[in-house]
């Protein structure tokens, strides 16, 4: 049975721990049961033991609860790589926050996945609450005292943890992990320096990434105010009027498009006659899939706050209809659907020979540097004048012919410190997912070898 995912147990193994007499293919699979065994048979906790809070998140949240800023509310989709994305994070009231101040979190406690998959984050917001969805933890003094948070953390997300968790999900339409069930996750104990050194890689990752965050707010600051617009007061009157043939012409009727703001706009972006397309024409280097061999795919959920993407490793046979076009270094990829999100990307050199999703058009600058290009599409005036371009009310999107014809403007001034601002922010974001990798991956090496190796493996190559 070599290289099959099949596991043999007598009976009474099976029944071990399993108060519910689950015998699907899921709770029984390989990797979590070697790894059960594996924890069971070191010093090891019950997640549950160690909490003074593991209660599921705020069940009944109300319209009026969410608010444009107040207490940032976790949701599953703020979980990533084991810390809070804030890009696009919900609020609460403060009022509703203090209702339900039974599921508020600070900085250093936990958030797991309750609902369709595992996962896990280290809070690493001043203050929060969090969805139905989730489950918020905070340990007590005496856990808190054996374990530190950051290393339950990079646990929970290597792949001994991430498939514990896992094996305690269950459900036919959409899995969920019961509050039960997820105490019952086995937390290797290991010795005070491997614990504090990986909490500490999570905090200094955190640290990254608001290095990076501010380091994009400068390239972003900086551009709008060689552009004029840092202190623009665009006019914003009650009525306009146009005439009936600049309406036909444009061929809109909606009162958006028309508005004094975006006429005055359009002057000020305009000023060098000069379009998208001139400066950065599209990239057509169509992704045919073959039956063997494998690509990695960006598409629309991979684009990062920072003007970073990801990717997915996939089988070419199994390529999504959408995976049409193939991306190279420095281009610039950004998302027709939504463009008020904000959604473009810089592709790095690691990343060319990728293939991006039929979403985004693909951008190659030549009269400008990536950069700065990057910077002016996700400007928040330039992502309006996108929107006001879009169609249809579910996915509303730009056409391709609409985008390479916004205005450009020259940007001359300034635009050094835009392109060093924007590498210094993506060279933070690197950093702070090696130190997330890092500390998994220590965890790992850890639990299959010894601690010396592990901590070795966290230091930093001179």
Known sequence: MEGLDVTVLRLREVLTDNEKFRIDDGYFAKLPVQTQRRIDAMPHARLGTLCEVFRKGIFDIKADTYANSGVPFVRI??????????????YITPQAHAVEGATALHYGDLVLSKTAYAAASFVNVPECNVSQDTIAVRLSSDGAAEFKTGFIAAYLNCRYGLALMARQFQGNVQSHLSLPDGRKVAIPKFGPRLQADTDQA??????ELRAAKEAMKFAEETLAAGLGLRDWQPPEPLTYTRHASEVFAARRLDAEYFAPRVRELLVRLGDSGRTLREVA???????????????DYIEISDVHNDGTAGSTRLPECDAPSRATQFVRAKDVITS??????????????????????????????????PEV?????????VCELMALHTSASMYPAISETDLLGLPFPRISENSERIVAA?????????HAHQLL????????????????TALRSLEIPS
């Open 77 to 90: 989709g703020n979980m990533n790589d084991g810390l809070i994305d804030d890009a696009d994070i919900a």
């Open 422 to 430: 924007i590498q210094r922010a993506h060279a933070s974001r690197r």
């Open 202 to 207: 999570y905090r200094d990752a955190d640290a």
């Open 437 to 452: 990798q890092r500390a998994k991956q220590a965890v790992e090496i850890a639990i299959e070898r010894d601690e010396s």
């Open 281 to 295: 024409p599209p990239r057509h280097e169509n992704f045919l899939p073959s039956r063997t061999g494998e690509f």
């Open 373 to 381: 290009l990057l910077t002016y599409l996700r400007l928040p005036v």
């Open 336 to 369: 027709t659907v939504r463009p008020i999100r904000r959604l473009s990307a810089l592709i790095r050199a690691d990343q060319a020979g990728s293939v991006c999703s039929s979403g985004f058009v693909v951008l190659e600058p030549r009269a400008v540097a």
